[in-house]
């Protein structure tokens, strides 16, 4: 059984910062790569971030340069500090996980957490 748990949403005004973490748990060999996707009401989800386990990242045109995607590999955990926050960056925020478990490898997901940038 594999959990990740996000944590660090909320509401901020235009131009305000705000952490997502996401600390994935359970019985885990290795974790290849994690990130996060966001979906906003009515659109489809999409790509943010992306980190290997080596550290090469990838952003999607809307983030870079305002968020940044880390990784703890000793806690498991992915971060993405988002600064500089518009209102179009509203929409719930989910972090994935590409890990081995057992004999197998695959796609794990948190619950998402809910970002509200509006002044």
């Known amino acids: 059984q594999v959990q990740l748990v996000e944590s660090g949403g909320g509401l901020v005004q235009p131009g305000e910062s705000l952490r997502l973490s996401c600390a994935a748990s359970?019985?885990?060999?290795?974790?290849?790569?994690m990130g996060w996707y966001r979906q906003a009401p009515g659109k489809q989800r999409e790509l943010v971030a992306h980190?290997?386990?080596?550290?090469?990242?990838n952003y999607a045109d809307s983030a870079k340069g305002r968020f940044t995607i880390s990784r703890d590999n000793a806690e498991n955990t992915v971060y993405l500090q988002m600064t500089s926050l518009k209102p179009e960056d509203t929409a719930v925020y989910y972090c994935?996980?590409?890990?081995?478990?057992?004999?197998?490898?695959?796609?794990?997901w948190g619950q998402g957490t809910q970002v509200t940038v509006s002044s």
């Open positions: 980190i290997t386990s080596s550290g090469t990242t």
């Open positions: 359970g019985s885990i060999f290795s974790i290849y790569a």
């Open positions: 994935y996980a590409f890990l081995k478990m057992g004999g197998s490898a695959g796609n794990y």
